[in-house]
């Protein structure tokens, strides 16, 4: 059996595996017929292994490190006071306490900014699966960070901790969906694709269960509670290694076709893989002379504007939808529904598990309806219920049923978000470039993702203290806008490949494609074009 570390074989050498492609005249090579397309392919145990392992590993715990510094707040919050109190013998004011939390909270963002723009750099180096296998150390030097910072009185270490950690889920957030896109069958994509985002979810109950006074919520368990992410990912350390990487990374990037045909067999289930090496092949030829591209060159490329403008939207839209704000507000929306205090956290608990039922909805359903009625649905679903909230709030003092559609509208808006809006963005990342583009638009999507995640967290009080219950009619509006923007101007990319995805991009194949003015048999790739252009056959004549 091929090994991963075989000598890569030159890219002008024909491949052995039936229909040559490949050819030294680069004429020739241009008109070639295009690839057959494969066969379904089947849903395998190590495709459904490694999509479990990266995500459970690195996924998981951007969803629990969102939640898990809610139960133990006013721990954390003592342990500080208390640290201070014997260094000076004063305690923090009010004012200084709730500086220190709100920094041990948003560090995570920050941390995960910081990610987010050094992912390109190192998914180019080390690969996909390399670089999830690689940024391990960064929880485990977190985790003990946090684990530790009761023993030595450092309030210094928790932040710091919760700031690796956020770099961790920065790089994460990235190059895990990238991973499962390339390494995925064209009909089993976006499935896959939307596996992290149902651990994330995953990641956020199991921090609210945790959290409950009957676990880990007590006073002394604070420290272990926050350091419990060394213990998926040492698992994930463990098996994920055994694992090829990406076959796309191995053979364009690489030039490696043993290691690409060795990754190929591993994930499918026929040992058929010819048509599949060819639209490698296909996409490797067009992108010959092109490099991995820097975030300045990917936004000053002409060919790929509309689809980082797709990128910047959706990622855009995603946090500005106000899920975040909903989360941060859920305990005082269920005190004001009547829900006694001490059953709160079990209620908040529940819609842990809405979190979880709906992502898996999104994920079952998204190879059959697609990824653009799961956007424009989720979306449009948060409008409504943002709407409603704002209603409730301002007829809850008349109408006492209204509390009640409060937090079915809380329920609504996070479903809606988890079936669509939570990870498809991530996922059309992947589908929307090819290989020398993607690392940059990762960098653009999770970044953008990053930021706006911490302008809500910051803007919202101040939003809410000018507006009252209105300030929920802004969410609204932003998750119609996205709504109306898919509708009109993302394409489908159900069951395409890449090289089919970036065709329908492509600006000059559509004009002369609509206007009618050739047949898309005098239609040729032109060499060296990455993105999908044409070149004009003047040797055919226009009927």
């Known amino acids: 059996m091929a090994t991963l570390s075989e000598k890569p074989l030159p890219l002008s050498e024909p491949l052995a595996i039936g229909r040559a492609v490949a050819n030294e005249n680069p004429d020739a090579r241009a008109e070639a017929e295009p690839p057959e397309i494969p066969p379904l ?14 995500s459970f590993g690195s996924s998981m ?17 003592d342990f500080y006071n208390q640290t201070v109190l014997n260094r000076n013998g004063t305690g923090l004011t009010e004012e ?6 709100s920094l041990t909270v948003s560090v995570f963002a920050i941390g995960g900014m910081l990610g ?12 996909r699966k390399g670089t ?9 030097i977190g985790g003990s960070l946090m684990g530790f910072s009761r023993i030595c009185g450092s309030p210094e270490m928790v932040i710091v901790g919760r700031f690796i950690t956020g770099i961790h889920s920065g790089i994460s957030l990235s190059v895990v969906p990238m991973y499962l896109g390339e390494i995925a069958p064209k009909n089993l994509r976006g499935f896959l694709g939307l596996v992290p ?3 994330i979810g995953t990641g956020v109950f199991l921090a609210q269960i945790l959290g409950l006074h009957e676990l880990l919520g007590k006073e002394e368990h604070w420290p272990f509670f926050l350091s419990v992410v060394v213990i998926p990912t040492f698992i994930q350390l463990m098996a994920l290694p055994w694992f090829p990487e990406s076959p796309r990374y191995l053979l364009i990037e690489k030039h490696n076709v043993h290691a690409t045909i060795t990754a190929l067999k591993y994930y499918r289930a026929k040992c058929n893989i010819q048509a599949e090496i060819e639209e490698m092949q ?4 067009s992108l010959s002379s092109v490099e991995t591209l820097s975030v300045w060159k990917l936004l000053l490329d002409d060919r790929v504007r509309k689809q980082v403008l797709c990128v910047v939207v959706i990622n855009i839209g995603m946090q500005l939808s106000g899920i975040d704000a909903i989360w941060f507000y859920t305990n005082d929306i269920f005190e004001d529904a009547g829900i006694p205090e001490a059953e709160i956290q079990y209620t908040t608990a529940g819609t842990g598990i809405i ?4 992502g898996l909805v999104g994920c079952f359903t998204i190879e059959r309806l697609g990824r653009r009625p799961l956007m424009i649905f989720g979306f449009t679903m948060m409008g409504v219920c943002s709407a409603g909230i704002t209603l409730t709030l301002i007829l809850q003092g008349h109408l006492p049923f209204m509390h009640y559609l409060s937090v079915a509208c809380v329920v609504g808006i996070i479903a809606g978000f988890c079936i669509g809006p939570a990870g498809v963005p991530f996922l059309m990342t992947a589908e929307l470039f090819k290989q020398s583009h993607r690392p940059a638009a990762y960098i653009v999507g999770g970044l953008l993702n990053w930021v706006s995640n911490f302008t809500v967290g910051f803007v919202f009080p101040f939003l809410q203290m000018s507006v009252g219950s209105y300030c929920y009619l802004v969410f609204s509006a932003i998750c119609f806008s996205v709504a109306i923007y898919v509708y009109f101007f993302i394409p489908e990319t159900k069951n395409k490949t890449f090289m089919e995805i970036s065709r329908m991009f492509s600006k000059k194949e559509a004009v002369l494609e609509s206007q009618g003015l050739i047949h898309v048999d005098q239609l040729k790739l032109k060499k060296m074009n990455g993105y999908g252009g044409v070149e004009f056959d003047s040797s055919s004549s226009v009927p």
């Open 96 to 101: 200084t306490l709730t500086v220190m939390y």
């Open 282 to 285: 296909e996409e490797q030829r």
């Open 132 to 140: 999830i296998v690689n940024t391990t150390f960064l929880v485990f």
């Open 197 to 199: 985002s149902i651990f």
């Open 61 to 77: 715990l951007y969803g629990y490190n969102l939640a898990v510094v809610n139960s133990p707040s006013a721990y954390i919050k």
């Open 355 to 358: 979190e979880i039922i709906a």
């Open 41 to 54: 392919q089947q849903l395998t145990g190590s495709l459904l292994a490694v999509a479990f392992l990266s």
């Open 116 to 127: 987010s723009v050094i992912v390109g750099m190192l998914v180019s180096r080390f690969g």
